[in-house]
């Protein structure tokens, strides 16, 4: 592509992600720094409209990039920015652990990609494999319990499980001591197993109410894959109004909620050494035009993928200063998690 074809579709992609309005000929012959007419950049638009990197979506109503046009400027037109060191800062306060769970940081993490990006911020955090150290149960109210599952590595996770009417707070200290005892340097998927054995061949020297609560505990962490935390979702309707674009979106929030999301996230983010771009269908999960993601593994000082953090919206997101965002945030909640 020769250099007036790079600034026109430069400048193309550039209003798109702005205002996501097509622009005409006369008014890019008015920005563009060259002196080309309005019938030149009209030529040069028709042969990048032939490439398939424009189309036109009323007559005379100007350009937008198609897909292949973004992913174009994505990869050979875009400078991608640096990331200040008051946003820096201000990312480091947002996501202090410091007096707070995983699952709360993780949260922030999620709503802070929303905000900076106005778009929805992704944030996954596989399960943890770590050795358990402690297992308690806490009643909260009729019906109502508390799971409170420390790691060996110091992260803690709280689960509230439903449990039968009247059971005493005796049954809840039995169930944490009968796992606890159990606990030995075992993992929760271990342990899950182990327990579910010794219960088959020991029931009767449990009272029911205990062995309901321990059932119900370990159920809890029955599914794999991990947490994923998803913020911002409203904004992906923002300046939504064809019928078309609503049902899409609709399929997408329905597809974010499923475990099949959360483990082709972190396929995703496996493959990819730092920030991917995927725009379109390209990441083969949503199967969907008109949507993008960028997302990046967060890995440990053992370079181990603990997480996925990334931004999905729409094909105009402002890739530029989106990027190094995503890309410091995952290096961040990797070191927290790691």
């Known amino acids: 592509m020769g250099e007036r074809e790079a600034s026109i579709l430069r400048e193309i992609v550039e209003e798109y992600v702005e205002t996501g309005e097509p622009i005409g000929s006369r008014t890019l012959s008015e920005r563009l720094q060259a002196s080309l007419s309005p019938a030149t950049i009209r030529n040069v638009m028709a042969d990048l409209a032939k490439a398939g990197l424009l189309f036109s ?9 198609t897909e292949k046009g973004v992913r174009l400027f994505v990869d050979g037109l875009l400078q991608f920015g640096t990331l200040a060191e008051e946003d820096r800062a201000s990312i480091d306060r947002r996501l202090d652990i410091h007096g707070r769970s995983y699952q709360d940081m993780l949260a922030e993490a999620s709503a802070l990609l929303s905000g900076l990006s106005s778009a929805a911020g992704l944030v996954l955090a596989p399960k943890s494999d770590a050795i358990l150290r402690h297992i308690e149960f806490v009643a909260l109210g009729p019906g109502r319990v508390l799971v409170i599952l420390v790691s060996s590595d110091g992260q ?50 449990l009272d029911s109410l205990t062995a309901s609560v321990i059932e ?35 399929m997408l929030f329905e597809q974010l909620e499923t475990q099949e999301t959360m483990l ?34 967060a890995r440990n000082e053992a370079q181990k993928i603990v997480g996925a953090i990334g931004v999905i919206g729409p094909t105009r997101l402002n890739y530029g200063r989106i990027v190094p965002v995503v890309d410091y945030t995952a290096k961040l909640v990797g070191r927290i998690l790691g």
């Open 57 to 65: 979506p009323h007559v005379s109503a100007g350009r937008l990039p």
């Open 156 to 205: 803690v996770e709280n689960r509230i499980i439903e449990t039968p009417p009247g059971v005493p707070p005796s049954s809840l200290v039995e169930a944490g001591n009968y796992l606890n005892a159990h606990l030995g340097d075992l993992t929760l998927t271990t342990l899950r197993d182990r327990i579910r054995q010794e219960m088959e061949a020991s029931r009767h020297e």
């Open 264 to 297: 082709q996230l972190l396929q995703l983010a496996d493959t990819s050494e730092g920030v991917r771009i995927y725009i379109g269908r390209e990441s083969g999960m949503f199967g969907m035009s008109g949507v993008s993601m960028i997302v990046a593994p």
């Open 216 to 250: 119900s505990g370990l159920a809890t962490w029955d599914a794999d894959g991990g947490t994923l935390f998803v913020r911002g979702q409203g904004k992906l309707l923002a300046d939504i109004t064809e019928l078309e674009r609503l049902t899409t979106i609709r």
